[in-house]
Every structure is written in C-alpha cells, then in structure tokens.
C-alpha cells in the first residue's frame, strides 16, 4: 500500500513563500496527483490537480497565479509552490492520488472524493 507523507508546511507572514513536498512510498507515476486543504470550520476544497505526465494542471480561482503544482515521478514526489501568501491561504494541506485515472476530468478534478490516497496533512499558518 502506498503511503503519501506531507512536509513543508509551517508559519509564514503574509507574502512569503512556501513549497510543500508529497513524497510516496511506491510508485505514482501513473496516477493523477492533488492538493486539497481544510480550514477550521469548513469542508475540504480544492487547491490543484496534476496530471500523470505533469503536462496539465488546474487551479482554483482562489489560488491560480500564486501556486504552481508540479512533479517528480522518478522521486515519486508531488510538489506545491506558495507564493505571495495571504491569512485565508491557513489551513491544513493534503496531497491525495487518484489511483484510477491518469488524469482528471471535468468536475471530477475538484471533487475529493475522486481521490483514493491520502497523506496526513501539513499545517500552513498565514500571520499578518
């Protein structure tokens, strides 16, 4: 069974920036990768999506232009970039696999339960 382990997160001030790492235990070169996060009080929402090959991505409105989402596959290691944090980007940080496409499709992308793979979770703290 393939485990994901989040690292990276921690306490940032508004504008800086942060990169989570996703590092698998098996291999995830032939699945779609993404990043949800959760905010005390609210539901689980979707960051980004990466497909197999890295060579499609989608963002959430919230996020596009500030966050890039990439790969490793030989390093079975996902990847998210935060730059130009805000307070509203607090929350905790998954990385989740859908081991059954190699990509998403349509509203399946922003759905978590498309997802079959979880990691624990990393906090990210925005302070102003």
């Known amino acids: 069974q393939v485990q994901l382990v989040e690292s990276g997160g921690g306490l940032a001030q508004v504008g800086d920036s942060l990169r989570l790492s996703c590092a698998a235990t098996?291999?995830?070169?032939?699945?779609?990768m993404a990043w949800f996060r959760q905010a005390p009080g609210k539901e689980r929402e979707f960051v980004a999506t990466?497909?197999?090959?890295?060579?499609?991505?989608h963002y959430a409105d919230s996020v596009k232009g500030r966050f890039t989402i990439s790969r490793d596959n030989p390093q079975k290691t996902l990847y998210l970039e935060m730059n130009e944090l805000r307070p509203d980007d607090t929350a905790v940080y998954y990385c989740?696999?859908?081991?059954?496409?190699?990509?998403?499709?349509?509203?399946?992308?922003?759905?978590?339960?498309?997802?079959?793979?979880w990691g624990q979770g990393a906090q990210v703290t925005v302070s102003s």
């Open positions: 989740a696999a859908d081991r059954d496409n190699y990509y998403c499709s349509g509203f399946g992308c922003y759905n978590p339960n498309e997802y079959d793979l």
């Open positions: 098996g291999r995830i070169s032939t699945y779609a």
């Open positions: 990466i497909s197999w090959t890295g060579g499609t991505t």
